[in-house]
């Protein structure tokens, strides 16, 4: 293991806790003191460094059996090993059910993509011959046995060639000429295999039969120390009699596996629900007692969860932690099923730990804010916030409509964002920090309606400054909010700031929202920081800075995955659009909007971004000289009074205002141009307001001509 890279072993640590301690008193860099975020595909990462590396140490032979039931996460693996594996002497074997591919879409795909491969070779396994059947039985049996070729020829009609059901038949065999008075069984074309296994489980002595019982309900395999922990009495003696009838085996690593999932299966199929319930619950319990609970939340809460009713509690408790260990291990999607598991048994317990449902509804929050869920963070956060004004707990309630409040404004849905907005700062809760309510305060103008500015006469609107920043707003967020939960409102007020031209402060509020936000494993949040602060410093001037940050952003989308990267990855991607326009490249910002508005066009939320998209597509088709088209696209994006992100709702205008000078309407003209610097002068919006100033200056010059 030291001889591995230290990088790799941090990634395998956080999945596979036990590793620490083979690693001794040594922790890999970047080990739970510091805890960096690590996203889904730097893990997967990890995993195949670790596996190339073990290969050039020697060469490595890697089987994985029963791959239908692999899930999205081992199939993301096998597949960024696969494009590495012609470089390193590494055997990849991989075993799978032919009829169970259609259960499993991710695994076709990766069946697809190796069958391309020039180094990949796909066997089917058939079914035994009658001379293999006759070699197999021979060497279970022995063979010296006079009866091997009747017996084999019967064992074939039998089991067609079964390799399982042959192997079974024989083992039943043996076993029954060492009973006394049992006579040879017949064999019959009807029989199954799981009657075979039914007849070798009821010829167990009791003490045997109580730890295959117990086995079973554990898992396919398993370690001796839960066995110990979880058996009723010492389970020496009848593990013995197993591993010698072969229904387990033992492993180098001092784990025990079943044969063959049919036989656990069959051992299992056989208990009623209170043999089963009872089991499960020895199990939780053993799990528990040997440690092992808080290192495997999920599989702890599974027997919890089958062990009947008074076990409800401590299900929705290893519950609430799987989700939270899902979370940091950047898997939001399946913590969400855990954590919705664990707050549905909170609801059924007749007085349940209040800490746990604040607990449980938090991480669920965090979970779809990770996936950048509209729908989903609003049901959680609506819930928590009526929950915790219910409980009286106010400074709860805000928190939750804060954040609320600022992730539908981040995805998009400004006019919802507004209402709950307004209703935050005049509202019965208690009252934002001085940060919060200054966040707050400025985004009701920058997002406000702008009806009274229709009639803005003919005098050009003045810049208006924007207010003095309060003082130290990270440190007010933080203890206002934590620092898990400040981390997104420090991103909407560092944004706030930069559009407002106090780029320092702006700077400060950035940089500490995408530390927060990578400790707590917020990847959507800290890209979108990144992209921010890569802004803030091509506005500084600092290219080259600005490049850097922009890296920054795009590595972590890279790196992440599922719908939640998508989304956060639009603005980007918006932005490199319009940098593409900018200098001239009309072909590649037309298929990047035209890409992201397929993308968004069916989706009730990112009205914002696609509204930002469409003006994009009409900026391009003006520059094409293709007028009529334009003006159709900016006017249908910059309709929408509430959902606009400035800087590209005053592009649309200002080519509004372009359009008309070109078709020779003046008047028209001047009308946009003036209600635009109207709109950025009493928002503060630096960058805008000046680009509106240029225009300004450009079509009067037109104009003289």
Not at 95 to 121: C, K, M
Not at 146 to 155: D, F, M, N, Q, Y
Request: proline content about 5%; some cysteine; charged content about 25%.
């Amino acid at each position: 293991l030291r001889r591995l890279p230290p990088a790799a072993l941090t990634q395998l640590v956080q999945i596979l806790p036990t590793l620490q301690d083979r690693l001794g008193t040594e922790k890999p860099p970047g080990g739970e003191e510091s805890l960096p975020d690590e996203s889904r595909q730097r893990i997967i990462d990890g995993i195949v460094t670790f596996l190339t590396r073990l290969a050039e140490l020697r060469p490595l032979v890697l089987f994985l059996d029963d791959l239908h039931w692999a899930d999205a996460d081992s199939l993301a693996v096998l597949s960024r090993l696969s494009q590495q594996i012609a470089s390193f002497p590494i055997l990849l074997l991989l075993a799978y059910r032919e009829e169970d591919l259609t259960e499993n879409e991710g695994l076709r795909v990766l069946l697809r993509a190796l069958r391309r491969a020039p180094f990949s070779h796909a066997f089917a396994v058939e079914r035994l011959t009658p001379d293999e059947s006759r070699s197999l039985v021979a060497q279970l049996l022995g063979p010296d046995r006079t009866e091997i070729e009747p017996l084999a020829a019967a064992l074939y009609r039998t089991t067609a060639g079964n390799a399982l059901f042959l192997t079974e038949a024989v083992k039943n065999l043996r076993e029954r000429s060492e009973q006394p008075g049992e006579s040879s069984p017949p064999f019959g074309p009807s029989q199954r295999v799981q009657e075979i296994i039914e007849e070798r489980i009821e010829r167990l002595p009791s003490p045997s039969l109580d730890v295959l019982r117990l086995a079973a309900v554990i898992s396919r395999d398993f370690g001796v120390e839960l066995l110990e922990e979880a058996a009723e009495s010492d389970p020496a003696a009848g593990l013995d009699v197993l591993l010698r009838r072969q229904f387990l085996l033992e492993r180098p690593d001092e784990r025990l596996d079943f044969v063959h999932q049919i036989v656990r299966q069959v051992a299992y199929d056989q208990l009623n629900s209170l043999q089963r319930r009872r089991l499960h619950g020895r199990v939780a319990r053993g799990l528990v007692a040997g440690g092992k609970a808080h290192e495997n939340p999920a599989e702890t809460a599974f027997h919890f969860g089958q062990a009947g009713s008074s076990a409800r509690p401590d299900f929705a408790y290893y519950s609430l932690l799987a989700g939270e260990s899902l979370l940091r291990t950047f898997a939001p999607q399946q913590a969400i099923v855990h954590f919705d598991r664990g707050l549905a048994a909170l609801g059924e317990l007749s007085s349940p730990t209040q800490g746990l449902i604040e607990r449980g509804f938090r991480g669920l929050g965090l979970a779809y804010e990770s996936l950048l869920d509209p729908d989903g963070v609003t049901r959680t956060y609506s819930f928590l916030r009526t929950w915790a004004l219910e409980k009286g707990d106010k400074a709860l309630a805000l928190m939750a409509h804060t954040r609320l409040t600022t992730l539908l404004g981040l995805v998009g849905q400004q006019a919802e964002s507004n209402a709950l907005m307004e209703e935050l700062i005049v509202g019965p809760t208690e009252r934002p920090s001085p940060a919060l309510a200054d966040m707050l305060a400025r985004r009701a103008v920058i997002f406000g309606r702008d009806e009274d500015e229709i009639q803005v006469g003919e005098n050009w609107a003045v810049f208006v400054p924007p207010p003095a920043v309060v003082d130290d707003p990270v440190g007010d967020l933080t203890a206002a909010m934590g620092p898990v939960y400040a981390a997104l409102p420090l991103l909407i007020y560092g944004w706030i700031l930069q559009i407002q031209g106090q780029l320092d402060d702006s700077v400060r509020c950035l940089r500490a929202g995408v530390e927060m936000a990578e400790v707590s494993g917020q990847r959507s949040l800290a890209s979108l920081a990144y992209h921010q602060l890569a802004v803030t410093a091509l506005l500084q001037g600092d290219i080259a800075e600005s490049q850097r940050l922009n890296d920054e952003s795009k590595a972590i989308n890279r790196a992440a995955h599922g719908p939640g990267a998508q989304l956060a990855s639009l603005w980007p991607r918006i932005s490199s659009g319009y940098q593409a326009l900018a200098v001239g490249d009309l072909a590649q910002a037309e298929a990047r909007f035209q890409q992201i508005a397929d993308f968004l066009v069916n989706r009730d939320s990112f009205r914002t971004h696609l509204h930002s998209t469409v003006i994009g597509l009409g900026l391009v088709a003006l520059e094409r000289g293709e007028v009529e088209r334009a003006r159709s696209l900016l006017a249908q994006a910059t309709a929408d009074p509430e959902n606009r992100y400035p800087y590209t709702y005053v592009l649309g205008r200002l080519g509004l205002a372009r359009i008309a000078q070109r078709q020779g309407d003046g008047a028209t003209a001047r009308s946009i141009l003036r209600k635009t610097v109207a709109y950025t002068a009493t928002r503060s919006l630096v960058r805008e307001y000046a680009e509106c100033m240029r225009v300004r200056e450009e079509l009067a010059v037109k104009s003289e001509q």
